[in-house]
């Protein structure tokens, strides 16, 4: 036998990974665990087991958490967060850099522990997953020390609840910790019931750093203790998890005035077009489906296929899987371990089984006799609309379709409700640049699967959830300004009787589509001021919403304009109302009765100007991560926004939301101030002399009430901010949860429009895309 033959026919010998030192830990803990609330553990009690997927064996008992146990953490957390915010980022920053150290001293444990409780093989936990969260911790520690230079008008939230799930138990406790230590908040923090024990270690790593008592809490438990932490006296709530759960905190927290990031599910597209490198595809979409056994929220679980080269392309991935080793996730010889309990793993042979479309192929390989394993499947031939197509199964399984140009695969891969990350294979880097932005996802990789690093924020849009973990934009979700807000008194119109000022009655209308428009309702309301009536407006209703969000959605082509054709047009506007200054200024005054018309003019002209100055000059970064490559945070538009705008400043609380909207490219549609309308529909008239394009801004006019469900829940409309004196932010947020869109609502708390708040306007004007390009041979 030659030497070539004996490679290609001897197989692995086993590696395996000594568990001594983590059954050692198990033992001096006398295997039973209790919550670890203000810097001590508790004595455990009665609660559950949890168990090594890949042999069945009970690794220690955990305690379910009660309310008293809930409360107490957040009364310790609550109890701590000014002392340690009080620290300041210089001194944050030597805790947050010992646990970093002791994370890299205890590596090893870590990581056996980890593959132990979850089932991933070691080399995962090993390799990624742990030096991943110790560059967490260094990455916040600096982050931390730059704080007061860098954000000196940012401070801590308080006190964070914080719900993670088992497929990265560490890695998601260091992405929802380690920032919210940065900024100043303390935490209670709830790991999955599947995968408790990593961070339970965490916990004893926090005593060995002398992190102050109550800055970090954690409480073990199922869903129920979830739900608690979610109902409890925090400031935020910070959750990875599936979408039906985050769409039910979003009903949840409706309303509390308290802060929410969702991490949620994905069916992410795996794009290969015909001149890619075929066989580092098919290794990228090994690592790309089955890396952690499929069990991840950005699993590039839906390939897509140039035609020409699909048949190729599958005959060499089937070899692929069938080389794939299956078995115990402590030998270090295997790719793909254990599903994380039995109750998933059901879960997914019900999908696959249940599936009756495409052509199914499964690894010849041996699984063993015991514990939760699935074979790698790949499933052929589907068709967008098949259920496995559209719904995450979270499991070994790749399903896969195939395209012939360009734009079709930009549309299948767009044809999902979720919008967590994509790949893009391709040896053309003119393809992969005008592919990677046309794709509705939080994430792009370019030749390359699964690259994550603190530097660089992830999450997603649409039904996978809002904000970013990591890099500068996930710091904002850990933050708040400074300075104390007041209550916002509702707003009321100027009540009246009698004859109109002027007897030729001006219909106002709405404004939709580029065109002035009457409401659907057919019925109108007075608006008077104190020297009488001013005229009337239409009452608009759902019709109207939806005329509106249509006109909105026609006008997509403006998310394809330059920011420097978004500027002109913005300056224009603003030359025109300057020439009506008077007459607008005498308008306001008149349904006001105040005498502060003119001053909310010219501020409404600066804002205007403001918004131009931006809209080419609002960049995005380029991300230091370490890798030969970049990661590049392109700025998008968040696409169709509906907003309530302020009642109490008729012109200038429409022109500072709509402007910096419109320049970042986004669309609108607008509910003018209740009250004093008229300023908005005289508005029209300047939008209609100065080249907007028709359907980018969308005026209507009527009841804040009436008009906040229809737009929040909407499915077409992207985001909704509420700046109304009407108590809608909790019918807002709860109407939102349909299709998890991004809210800014403000809680009946009052803004001072006489400051320029541009900048929180265009971030959230924004979504953060982060395309990440390789490059070198």
Not at 76 to 89: D, F, H, S
Not at 385 to 395: A, K, N, R, V
Not at 477 to 486: I, P
Request: hydrophobic share 45%; proline share 5%; charged share 20%.
């Amino acid at each position: 036998m030659i030497v070539k033959e004996i490679f290609e026919t001897m197989d692995y010998g086993p590696a395996p990974e000594s568990a001594a030192e983590a059954l050692a830990w198990l033992v001096d803990q006398g295997d039973r665990f209790g919550h670890f609330i203000n810097g001590a553990f508790t004595k455990p009690g009665d609660g559950f087991e949890s168990r090594n997927p890949a042999t069945g064996e009970v690794l220690a008992t955990l305690s379910q958490a009660s309310q008293a146990d809930v409360e107490a953490a957040v009364d310790a957390a609550r109890k701590a967060q000014p002392k340690w915010e009080g620290l300041g980022g210089g001194g944050r920053a030597r805790y947050l850099y010992a646990i970093a150290r002791l994370l890299q001293k205890h590596s090893r444990l870590f990581a056996v522990l980890e593959s132990m409780d979850n089932g991933k093989p070691i080399r995962e936990s090993r390799d990624i997953d742990i030096p991943l969260a110790q560059r967490h911790f260094y990455y916040h520690a600096g982050m931390a020390q730059l704080m007061e230079n860098e954000l000196p008008d940012a401070e801590a939230l308080g006190v964070c609840g914080q719900i993670i799930p088992w497929n990265f138990p560490l890695l998601m406790l260091a992405w929802k910790i380690a920032p919210a230590l940065a900024m100043g908040n303390t935490v209670v923090l709830k790991p999955a019931e599947y995968t408790s024990l990593t961070a339970l270690l965490f916990a004893d790593i926090c005593t060995q750093a002398g992190l102050p008592k109550g800055v970090v809490n954690i409480v073990t438990g199922d869903g129920v203790v979830g739900e608690m932490i979610v109902a409890s006296d925090v400031d935020k709530i910070a959750f990875t998890g599936s979408t039906s759960v985050g769409r039910r905190i979003r009903e949840a927290t409706a309303g509390s005035g308290k802060e929410l990031t969702l991490e949620l599910g994905g069916k992410s597209a795996y794009i290969v077009f015909d001149d890619a490198d075929i066989d580092s595809a098919i290794e990228g979409l090994v690592d790309a489906i089955w890396f952690n056994q499929g069990q991840v929220c950005c699993a590039g679980s839906r390939l897509l296929v140039q035609e020409g080269i699909a048949d190729r392309f599958y005959t060499k991935l089937r070899a692929r899987m069938d080389g794939l080793r299956i078995g115990n996730p402590l030998d270090k010889c295997i790719d793909v371990g254990a599903v994380v309990d039995p109750v998933q793993l059901q879960t997914i042979k019900g999908m696959v089984e249940g599936n009756t479309a495409g052509e199914t192929y499964q690894a010849v390989c041996d699984l063993p006799k015991n514990g939760c394993y699935f074979p790698p499947t790949l499933i052929t031939g589907l068709e967008t609309s098949d259920p496995l197509m559209q719904e995450e199964i979270f499991g070994p399984v790749l399903v896969s379709s195939t395209f012939r140009t360009p734009v079709e695969a930009v549309e299948l891969a767009n044809n999902t409700r979720y919008g967590l990350a994509a790949t893009v294979w391709t040896e053309n880097v003119n393809l992969a640049l005008d592919i990677a932005p046309k794709l509705v996802a939080g994430v792009v990789w370019v030749n390359a699967t699964n690259l994550f690093d603190a530097a660089a924020g992830f999450g997603g849009v649409r039904e996978s959830g809002f904000g970013r973990e990591g890099g500068w934009e996930g710091l904002n979700a850990y933050t708040k300004s400074k300075g104390k807000t007041k209550a916002l008194a509702k707003v009321e119109a100027v009540s009246g009787e009698g004859a109109p000022v002027d007897p030729v009655d001006r219909t106002a209308k709405m404004y939709v589509g580029g065109k002035q428009a009457r409401p659907d309702s057919g019925y109108s309301k007075p608006i008077y001021g104190k020297s009488g009536l001013l005229g009337h407006v239409g009452l608009a209703n759902r019709k109207d919403v939806r005329n509106a969000v249509e006109a909105a959605v026609g006008a997509k082509g403006w998310a394809r304009t330059t920011g420097h054709l978004r500027a002109q047009i913005l300056y224009y506007i603003g030359e025109n109302l300057s020439a009506r200054a008077a007459e607008f200024a005498h308008r306001i005054d008149a349904m006001t009765g105040k005498k502060t018309g003119a001053k909310e003019v010219e501020t409404s002209i600066q804002r205007l100007f403001t918004a131009a100055a931006w809209a080419d000059k609002y960049d995005g970064q380029v991300h230091g991560v370490p890798i030969r490559g970049v990661a590049l945070a392109m700025k998008e538009p968040t696409g169709v926004i509906g907003a309530l705008c302020a009642d109490e400043a008729p012109l200038l609380g429409l022109v500072s939301v709509m402007a910096p909207a419109i320049a970042m490219a986004n669309r609108v549609v607008l509910a003018a101030s209740e009250p004093y309308p008229l300023a908005a529909t005289d508005f029209y008239q300047i939008l209609e002399t100065s080249d907007v394009p028709a359907g980018v801004v969308n005026i209507l006019t009527g009841s804040h009430a009436e008009l906040a469900g229809p737009l929040a829940s909407h499915l077409n409309v992207d985001a909704v901010w509420s700046f109304s004196s009407r108590d809608v932010s909790a019918e807002i947020e709860k109407a939102a949860a349909g299709n998890l869109k991004r809210t800014w609502v403000n809680n009946a708390t009052a803004t001072d429009w006489s400051v320029d708040h541009s900048r929180k306007f265009l971030q959230a004007a924004t979504e953060i895309k982060n395309i990440w390009v390789p490059y070198g041979e």
